[in-house]
C-alpha cells in the first residue's frame, strides 16, 4: 500500500469500532485477525473472523450510516483507514466501465442497508 494511506495497529482484544457509533471509515486489514461481533436481544452473536486484505466498516463507504456490528482486535492487528473520500478519489481513476459498476453496487448495497433498517425497526 502506499505511504499515504493511515495505519493503525491495535493490540488484542482492543476494540476497534463499535456497533451502534456513527460510521465514519472503513479498514482494511494489513496484518493480524479481528472478530465480529454484534449484540441481539442482550446476547453477543459472532458473525465472522476476518484476516488479512480484508475489509470491515464498509458502511461507512455507504455515508450516513451507523455500524452494524463491533470490530475487536483477536490478535495484534495492523489496519488501513479508508474514507469515504479515498474510495471516491479511487473511484475517479478507474476506468468508466468499473467506475459504473462500483458505483451500481454501492447504490443497491445502500439501498439494501435502509432496507434492512427499515425492516428491522418495525
Known amino acids: ?18 456497533q451502534g457509533e456513527p460510521a465514519m471509515e472503513a479498514f482494511l486489514i494489513e496484518s493480524g485477525k479481528v472478530k465480529v461481533t454484534m449484540e441481539r436481544d442482550g446476547k453477543t452473536v459472532e458473525l465472522a473472523e476476518l484476516g488479512e486484505d480484508q475489509i470491515f466498516g464498509e458502511t461507512a463507504l455507504f455515508k450516513g450510516s451507523d455500524y452494524g456490528a463491533t470490530v475487536t482486535a483477536a490478535e495484534e492487528t495492523t489496519v488501513i483507514k479508508i474514507t469515504p473520500d ?13 467506475r459504473a459498476l462500483i458505483k451500481m453496487m454501492m447504490e443497491r448495497q445502500r439501498r439494501s442497508n435502509a432496507a434492512l433498517a427499515e425492516y428491522q425497526s418495525k
Open 1 to 18: 500500500m502506499s505511504e499515504s494511506y493511515e495505519t493503525f495497529i491495535y493490540p488484542e482484544g482492543r476494540v476497534i469500532i463499535e
Open 86 to 98: 479515498i474510495l471516491d478519489a479511487k473511484i475517479r481513476l478507474c476506468d468508466p466501465m468499473l
